[in-house]
């Protein structure tokens, strides 16, 4: 919501709010209670209410939450009430997975580009994309105006490629490289780092 700082922690959330209410659309079901939906997610139906009343009010007393407007609330809410296109540096495996990935276009995401360095890669196809070198990375994705990227390289190639993808005029990249990133203030970064992810479930086991 404009002029509102929403903490972060809820903006996280409502991805899994909306997985679940679209899982509940596509059974069929048209409206959900924050007690039923809590339950799916294992958030608790007060949370769900808070969460949600930061950015108004879509639920009536009595009557529940109804689903389709819900979803269609939260997708304008997290902006993917349109499809952004995407950028993958890194054509390794990790890259070659995230390019041939089928969900990201019914979240709001396209794979438009796939750029490596390794000159043997280049050229070659992965689905309907050709990967092209990192060479020309920075004049690619400013002509395509692609403001999301993804970043799957080696962690010593990584806050490089993080500045010239900056440069570029990303503001949002989701970095599996195992580094921490420097980048200006108004560009966002997200890690996703597996190794991580084990190690604070093993701490559990």
Known sequence: MPGKEIPDIIVGRLPVYLRALRHMRENGQQTTSSQEL??????????????????????KQGTGYHIPYLIDKLCEILKVDRVWD????????????????????????????????????????????TIQSV????????????????????????????????????????????????????VIVQYIDPSTHLQRMTYYL
């Open 38 to 59: 809590g339950e799916s997610v294992g958030i608790s139906a007060a949370q769900i209410r808070k969460d949600l009343s930061q950015f108004g009010e879509f639920g």
């Open 86 to 129: 995407v950028a993958v540096v890194g054509a390794g495996d990790m890259g070659h997975a995230l390019t041939r990935y089928q969900g990201f276009i019914n979240r709001g995401f396209r794979i438009t580009m796939v750029f490596d360095k390794k000159q043997e890669l280049v050229g070659k196809k992965i689905g309907d994309l």
């Open 135 to 186: 060479d020309r990375m920075i004049e690619v994705i400013k002509t395509g105006k692609v403001s999301i990227a993804m970043l799957t390289v080696p962690a010593t190639a990584a806050q490089k490629i993080a500045d010239q993808l900056v440069e570029a005029g990303v503001k949002a990249i989701l970095n599996y490289a195992p580094i921490s990133l420097n980048v200006p203030e108004g």
